[in-house]
Protein backbone atom coordinates (compact mmCIF):
# COMPACT_ATOMS: atom_id res chain seq x y z
CA UNK A 1 0.00 0.00 0.00
CA UNK A 2 0.82 3.18 -0.70
CA UNK A 3 1.64 5.52 2.60
CA UNK A 4 1.17 9.33 2.77
CA UNK A 5 2.72 11.32 5.37
CA UNK A 6 1.62 14.63 6.19
CA UNK A 7 4.31 17.35 8.47
CA UNK A 8 3.65 19.24 10.23
CA UNK A 9 1.25 17.19 12.61
CA UNK A 10 -0.21 20.53 14.22
CA UNK A 11 0.50 24.25 13.27
CA UNK A 12 -0.05 27.60 15.07
CA UNK A 13 -0.56 30.66 13.59
CA UNK A 14 -1.93 34.01 12.96
CA UNK A 15 -4.58 35.55 10.77
CA UNK A 16 -2.90 36.83 8.05
CA UNK A 17 -0.04 34.36 7.63
CA UNK A 18 1.24 32.19 4.90
CA UNK A 19 1.15 28.73 5.87
CA UNK A 20 2.46 25.56 3.75
CA UNK A 21 1.38 21.95 4.68
CA UNK A 22 3.74 19.32 3.54
CA UNK A 23 2.28 15.51 2.10
CA UNK A 24 5.19 12.82 1.09
CA UNK A 25 3.93 9.34 -0.42
CA UNK A 26 5.74 6.38 -0.36
CA UNK A 27 5.76 6.20 -4.19
CA UNK A 28 5.35 7.66 -7.35
CA UNK A 29 1.47 8.88 -7.23
CA UNK A 30 1.92 10.97 -10.21
CA UNK A 31 -1.24 14.32 -9.97
CA UNK A 32 -3.69 12.07 -7.91
CA UNK A 33 -3.21 13.92 -4.69
CA UNK A 34 -6.02 15.54 -2.66
CA UNK A 35 -6.65 17.64 -0.05
CA UNK A 36 -9.54 17.86 2.19
CA UNK A 37 -10.56 20.19 5.07
CA UNK A 38 -12.02 18.89 7.73
CA UNK A 39 -13.60 21.28 10.98
CA UNK A 40 -14.38 19.87 14.09
CA UNK A 41 -17.49 17.99 14.10
CA UNK A 42 -18.77 18.09 10.86
CA UNK A 43 -17.03 15.79 7.85
CA UNK A 44 -14.66 16.39 5.77
CA UNK A 45 -15.01 18.14 3.11
CA UNK A 46 -12.93 18.07 -0.35
CA UNK A 47 -10.69 21.49 -1.25
CA UNK A 48 -8.35 20.35 -4.09
CA UNK A 49 -7.89 17.45 -6.20
CA UNK A 50 -5.50 16.55 -9.46
CA UNK A 51 -2.80 18.27 -6.87
CA UNK A 52 -3.93 21.85 -7.57
CA UNK A 53 -6.98 22.01 -8.97
CA UNK A 54 -9.36 24.10 -6.60
CA UNK A 55 -13.14 22.69 -5.89
CA UNK A 56 -15.51 25.30 -7.27
CA UNK A 57 -16.26 27.94 -4.27
CA UNK A 58 -12.84 26.88 -3.06
CA UNK A 59 -11.22 30.56 -2.53
CA UNK A 60 -8.02 31.51 -4.55
CA UNK A 61 -5.71 32.15 -1.09
CA UNK A 62 -5.61 27.66 -1.43
CA UNK A 63 -3.03 26.68 -3.76
CA UNK A 64 -1.35 23.31 -4.30
CA UNK A 65 1.63 21.99 -5.75
CA UNK A 66 4.25 19.24 -6.61
CA UNK A 67 4.03 15.88 -7.84
CA UNK A 68 5.32 12.45 -7.83
CA UNK A 69 6.23 12.21 -3.94
CA UNK A 70 5.89 15.31 -2.66
CA UNK A 71 3.41 17.82 -2.51
CA UNK A 72 2.25 20.84 -0.95
CA UNK A 73 -0.59 23.06 0.37
CA UNK A 74 -0.33 26.76 0.82
CA UNK A 75 -3.04 28.75 2.37
CA UNK A 76 -2.12 32.26 1.56
CA UNK A 77 -3.63 35.49 4.25
CA UNK A 78 -4.68 32.98 6.53
CA UNK A 79 -8.79 33.38 7.44
CA UNK A 80 -10.52 32.69 10.75
CA UNK A 81 -12.33 30.24 8.70
CA UNK A 82 -9.02 28.52 7.68
CA UNK A 83 -8.46 27.00 11.21
CA UNK A 84 -9.25 23.28 10.90
CA UNK A 85 -7.69 19.97 9.91
CA UNK A 86 -6.39 18.81 6.53
CA UNK A 87 -5.91 15.67 4.73
CA UNK A 88 -4.13 14.85 1.60
CA UNK A 89 -5.22 11.16 0.10
CA UNK A 90 -3.86 9.87 -3.19
CA UNK A 91 -6.73 8.55 -5.48
CA UNK A 92 -3.24 6.83 -7.53
CA UNK A 93 -3.82 2.92 -6.01
CA UNK A 94 -6.81 1.13 -5.30
CA UNK A 95 -5.71 1.54 -1.33
CA UNK A 96 -6.82 5.53 -1.40
CA UNK A 97 -5.28 6.31 1.64
CA UNK A 98 -5.10 9.32 4.02
CA UNK A 99 -2.38 10.79 4.91
CA UNK A 100 -2.52 11.30 9.32
CA UNK A 101 -3.72 15.14 9.16
CA UNK A 102 -2.29 18.66 9.98
CA UNK A 103 -4.00 20.41 12.35
CA UNK A 104 -4.14 24.31 11.55
CA UNK A 105 -4.68 25.90 15.16
CA UNK A 106 -4.69 30.00 15.93
CA UNK A 107 -1.64 31.07 17.61
CA UNK B 1 -27.85 20.09 -3.17
CA UNK B 2 -26.38 17.03 -2.89
CA UNK B 3 -27.25 15.18 0.45
CA UNK B 4 -26.08 12.24 2.23
CA UNK B 5 -27.60 11.35 5.42
CA UNK B 6 -26.14 7.79 7.26
CA UNK B 7 -28.02 5.77 9.57
CA UNK B 8 -28.09 2.44 11.51
CA UNK B 9 -25.11 3.37 13.82
CA UNK B 10 -25.82 2.68 17.59
CA UNK B 11 -23.44 0.44 20.49
CA UNK B 12 -23.14 -3.36 19.39
CA UNK B 13 -21.07 -6.38 21.22
CA UNK B 14 -17.71 -7.38 19.89
CA UNK B 15 -18.97 -10.21 17.20
CA UNK B 16 -22.09 -8.84 16.54
CA UNK B 17 -23.56 -7.13 13.29
CA UNK B 18 -25.15 -4.32 12.02
CA UNK B 19 -25.94 -2.52 8.92
CA UNK B 20 -25.53 1.49 7.95
CA UNK B 21 -27.44 2.79 5.23
CA UNK B 22 -27.00 5.86 3.52
CA UNK B 23 -29.95 7.89 1.44
CA UNK B 24 -28.66 10.23 -1.43
CA UNK B 25 -30.27 12.97 -3.13
CA UNK B 26 -29.80 15.81 -5.18
CA UNK B 27 -27.77 13.79 -8.28
CA UNK B 28 -28.46 10.44 -10.03
CA UNK B 29 -27.75 7.97 -7.83
CA UNK B 30 -27.32 5.33 -10.52
CA UNK B 31 -24.35 7.77 -12.10
CA UNK B 32 -22.03 7.73 -9.50
CA UNK B 33 -19.82 5.36 -7.27
CA UNK B 34 -19.99 5.11 -3.48
CA UNK B 35 -17.86 4.81 -0.51
CA UNK B 36 -17.67 4.51 2.63
CA UNK B 37 -15.13 5.49 5.31
CA UNK B 38 -14.49 6.02 8.91
CA UNK B 39 -12.97 7.85 11.20
CA UNK B 40 -11.72 6.37 14.85
CA UNK B 41 -12.54 8.39 17.62
CA UNK B 42 -9.31 11.24 18.22
CA UNK B 43 -7.90 10.02 14.40
CA UNK B 44 -7.23 10.36 10.61
CA UNK B 45 -9.86 8.98 8.05
CA UNK B 46 -9.78 5.43 6.31
CA UNK B 47 -11.44 4.44 3.24
CA UNK B 48 -13.66 1.07 4.13
CA UNK B 49 -15.53 -0.28 0.74
CA UNK B 50 -16.91 1.51 -2.57
CA UNK B 51 -19.38 0.08 -4.83
CA UNK B 52 -19.74 1.64 -8.76
CA UNK B 53 -22.68 3.22 -9.94
CA UNK B 54 -24.19 -0.19 -11.37
CA UNK B 55 -22.97 -2.12 -7.73
CA UNK B 56 -21.03 -4.55 -10.09
CA UNK B 57 -18.09 -3.41 -9.14
CA UNK B 58 -16.95 -3.56 -4.81
CA UNK B 59 -13.72 -2.62 -3.08
CA UNK B 60 -12.65 -3.16 0.50
CA UNK B 61 -10.07 -2.20 2.30
CA UNK B 62 -7.81 -4.97 4.05
CA UNK B 63 -9.51 -4.34 7.45
CA UNK B 64 -12.73 -4.73 6.44
CA UNK B 65 -12.54 -7.66 3.72
CA UNK B 66 -14.46 -10.93 4.39
CA UNK B 67 -16.24 -8.75 7.63
CA UNK B 68 -17.78 -6.16 6.01
CA UNK B 69 -19.88 -6.33 2.82
CA UNK B 70 -21.37 -3.07 0.58
CA UNK B 71 -24.19 -2.63 -1.48
CA UNK B 72 -26.79 -0.13 -2.87
CA UNK B 73 -30.30 0.32 -4.07
CA UNK B 74 -30.68 2.50 -7.08
CA UNK B 75 -34.45 2.47 -6.74
CA UNK B 76 -34.18 3.69 -3.44
CA UNK B 77 -31.14 5.71 -4.04
CA UNK B 78 -29.45 4.25 -0.96
CA UNK B 79 -25.72 2.69 -0.30
CA UNK B 80 -25.68 -0.11 2.38
CA UNK B 81 -22.76 -1.08 4.46
CA UNK B 82 -23.40 -5.10 6.12
CA UNK B 83 -20.68 -5.01 9.24
CA UNK B 84 -20.48 -8.75 10.69
CA UNK B 85 -17.95 -10.17 13.24
CA UNK B 86 -17.47 -6.64 14.81
CA UNK B 87 -14.22 -5.29 16.77
CA UNK B 88 -13.35 -3.32 18.86
CA UNK B 89 -11.42 -1.79 16.69
CA UNK B 90 -14.15 -1.01 14.06
CA UNK B 91 -15.30 1.67 16.33
CA UNK B 92 -15.66 4.98 14.63
CA UNK B 93 -17.67 7.48 12.93
CA UNK B 94 -18.72 5.75 9.35
CA UNK B 95 -19.10 8.56 6.50
CA UNK B 96 -21.00 7.83 3.14
CA UNK B 97 -18.93 9.48 0.24
CA UNK B 98 -19.98 10.60 -2.99
CA UNK B 99 -17.61 9.59 -6.12
CA UNK B 100 -16.70 11.25 -8.28
CA UNK B 101 -17.32 8.86 -11.71
CA UNK B 102 -19.37 6.08 -12.48
CA UNK B 103 -17.30 3.02 -11.43
CA UNK B 104 -15.10 2.15 -8.54
CA UNK B 105 -14.05 5.86 -7.64
CA UNK B 106 -10.67 6.50 -6.13
CA UNK B 107 -12.12 10.42 -5.15
CA UNK B 108 -14.55 11.31 -3.07
CA UNK B 109 -16.53 14.74 -3.37
CA UNK B 110 -19.56 15.01 -0.85
CA UNK B 111 -19.04 13.18 2.30
CA UNK B 112 -22.21 12.91 5.13
CA UNK B 113 -22.13 14.34 8.44
CA UNK B 114 -21.38 10.20 9.28
CA UNK B 115 -23.11 7.88 11.76
CA UNK B 116 -21.42 6.60 15.07
CA UNK B 117 -20.42 2.80 15.40
CA UNK B 118 -19.44 2.08 18.95
CA UNK B 119 -18.37 -1.93 19.21
CA UNK B 120 -17.78 -2.67 23.36
CA UNK B 121 -16.40 -5.59 24.55
Known amino acids: DIQMTQSPSTLSASVGDRVTITCRASRNIGTSLAWFQQKPGKAPKLLMH???TLVNGDPSRFSGSGSGTEFTLTISNLQPDDFATYYC?????????FGQGTKVEIK | EVQLVESGGGLIPVGGSLRLSCAAS????????MSWARQAPGKGLEWVSSISGSGTTTAYADSAKGRFTISRDNSKSTVYLQMDSLRVEDTALYYC??????????????WGQGILVTVSS
Open chain 2, 97 to 110: ARGDCPGDCYLTDY
Open chain 1, 50 to 52: TRS
Open chain 2, 26 to 33: GFTFSSRG
Open chain 1, 89 to 97: QQYSSSSRT
